[in-house]
């Protein structure tokens, strides 16, 4: 084990393929050196929150207009397998979902540990030994059922890892006695276990890089990226990463997050939930102007939204950087109307997307790769992407980015009651180490559910009235909680087949997350910490 370094966690079989020496190290010399610095770019976000709830705003940043207004500058030209990404698919990286998800037919699959991940020790690192087995091609695998799963003889999807957000850290690996930075443990694992093997295949080690709040995050993953490759002894820019503009201020700082990454860029893709989780959370407390409706009402045309995807766009092919889609939460349905509802919904949603000039976008089921593949293929045909539509045509102001006010559609008592049912169906699923879900016909994970408990914490805190005249009280709430756990338990099978199961702290989270005084920057912070 190197110097200063403990694992905390528990050593299961082969998990010594993973946490190896030299991985360990790389863990050690990223934490001692960066750490501190991702420590006072949280503090930040923080105090940025308060100077929001005292009354500040948010706006493009006056000591960065220099590189905006340069036009001289390009992020790097696609790596290989990163050229046509039409359609990727997304998801966990357990032993099934990694076969199944490169063997969808998809570009890219985004291998997941984060929103739809739950960071439990064990998919932690069980998810990087499957990453390794996918690329050295020995994966396989017998569901309990005797199901056999292999990967295909055909072409596959290109991985690109999703680490952990910033904010999140891994308590089973210490260094010099601290918990160590989720973010920086994933995004070592993997280049130390398995970058190599992918520069072999005629890749590289390509990153998703989520729920960053400025450009000096991305230059702390920049950062990262240099000291590892020279740690390793990769060349400079082997390493790819696409930044998720999935929070609020990220929006007004694109072209900035892209200059820091500019090297190493992939590009930036629209992370539409954890966007509207990150609108309710900074201006929580600024009143009527603020307050999102209903949140299956919050569609991607109403004003402010359709600002962040035109902006995005432009920014991206400005500086021939790849712009990719937001995910599309609807997933087959057995049903045969909720079906054929969910495939003309993904339709119309990524058919929108290829005419705005996104050059591909993002499905969360197999059975969504075929749709979203053609909506694309409609307007690329043969071209792998349409970084040449600059779209110059388009012209956001911060004033348009701001525009929550001009959202038409109601907060109603159903909209608040699905909240409840899906985030404490969410919750008892995330605590038990699923960090995706299937429910009610839609894909929900982290960024969805934290979505639907900051809208309960935003109505109540506002005294939000609903469209039936009711106003939205705590009372009002602790009630929903009750019935929609019992409906959920019922739903499960009832209290006789709980075993295993974590309802009751998927309410007393739940009710803490919607209820009390103080929010919670993140849900899976406290989740975390109920963890093992
Ligand atoms: C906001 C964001 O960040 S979005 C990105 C993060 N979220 C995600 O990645 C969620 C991805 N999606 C999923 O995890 C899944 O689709 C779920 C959990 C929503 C639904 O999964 P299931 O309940 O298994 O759906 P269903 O039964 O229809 O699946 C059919 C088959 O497709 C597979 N499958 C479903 N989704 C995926 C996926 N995303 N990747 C790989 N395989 C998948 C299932 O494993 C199943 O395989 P099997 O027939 O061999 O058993
Ligand atoms: O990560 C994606 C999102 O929409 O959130
Ligand atoms: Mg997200």
Redesign the pocket.
């Known amino acids: 084990m190197p110097d200063g370094v403990e694992i905390t966690g528990p050593m299961h079989a082969r998990f010594d393929e993973i946490l190896t020496d030299q991985a360990l190290e790389l863990v050690a010399l990223l934490h001692r050196e960066l750490n501190p610095r991702r420590e006072e770019l949280l503090a930040r976000r923080r105090e940025r929150v308060r100077a929001i709830a005292d009354g500040g705003g948010l706006g493009f940043l006056e000591e960065t207009r220099a590189i905006r207004e340069d036009d001289s500058w390009r992020v790097a030209d696609p790596a290989p397998g990163l050229v046509d990404r039409r359609v990727e ?4 990286t357990d032993r ?3 076969i ?2 490169l063997n ?1 037919g998809a570009k890219v ?2 291998a ?1 540990h ?3 991940n739950t960071p439990l020790w064990e998919n932690v690192v069980g998810g990087q030994l499957n990453l390794r087995d996918a690329i050295t091609g020995q994966i396989d695998f017998t ?1 309990p059922e005797g ?1 056999e ?1 292999h990967l295909n003889d055909g072409e596959h999807a290109t991985i690109v890892v999703r680490p952990r957000g910033w904010h999140l850290p891994e308590k089973h690996i210490e260094v010099d006695g601290e918990r160590t930075s989720g973010s920086l443990v994933d995004f070592a694992l993997y280049l130390a276990t398995s970058g190599q093997l992918q520069i072999d295949r005629g890749q590289g080690p390509y990153f998703y890089l989520p729920k960053m709040e400025s450009h000096l995050e991305a230059r702390l993953w920049n950062d990262a990226f240099v000291l590892a490759q020279d740690f390793l002894g990769i060349p400079r820019g082997t390493i790819r990463a696409t930044v998720l503009i999935e929070t609020y201020p990220a929006a007004f700082e694109m072209e900035e997050i892209l200059y820091e990454l500019r090297e190493h860029s992939a590009g930036l893709n629209a ?4 966007y509207m989780f990150s609108v309710i959370k900074c201006f929580r407390t600024r009143g009527d102007d603020w307050v999102l409706p209903d949140r299956n009402s919050v569609t991607m045309t109403v004003p402010f939204m359709r600002a962040y995807t035109e902006l995005l766009v432009r920014t991206c092919h400005k500086r021939g950087a790849q712009a990719i889609g937001g ?1 599309a ?1 609807f ?2 349905s057995k049903d045969e109307k909720q079906n054929e509802f969910a495939f003309a919904k993904l339709t119309e949603d990524k058919t929108r997307e290829a005419n705005d000039g996104f050059d591909g976008s ?1 499905v ?4 969504m790769v075929e749709a979203c593949r053609a909506a694309f293929d409609q307007v690329l045909g043969d071209r792998p992407n349409q970084r040449d539509r600059l779209r110059e045509d388009v012209h956001v102001t911060a004033e348009d980015l701001l525009n929550v006010r001009d959202t038409p559609g109601d907060a109603t008592e159903q909209g608040l009651r699905n909240n409840v049912a899906v985030g404490l169906r969410y919750l008892e699923s995330w605590l038990r180490g ?1 960090g ?3 429910i009610f016909n839609l ?6 559910a934290e979505i639907s408990r900051s809208q309960v914490w935003q109505w109540l805190h506002n005294g939000q009235v609903l469209a039936g005249g009711e106003k939205v009280t705590r009372e009002l709430v602790e009630g929903m909680i009750e019935e929609e756990l019992a409906k959920a338990r019922e739903e499960a099978g009832g209290r006789e087949s709980e075993s295993g199961r974590r309802w009751d702290d998927a309410r007393a989270l739940y009710a803490e997350m919607a209820l009390s005084d103080e929010y919670a920057d993140f849900l899976t912070l406290p989740a975390y910490e109920r963890m093992p």
């Open positions: 698919i997304t998801g966990p099934k979902m990694t199944n998800a969808s699959w985004l997941d984060e929103d739809a569901s199901k799963y992370g539409r939930w954890d995910m939460a997933i087959p993002w969360a089921h197999p059975g699923s995706a879900v299937g894909m929900e994970d982290a960024a969805t």
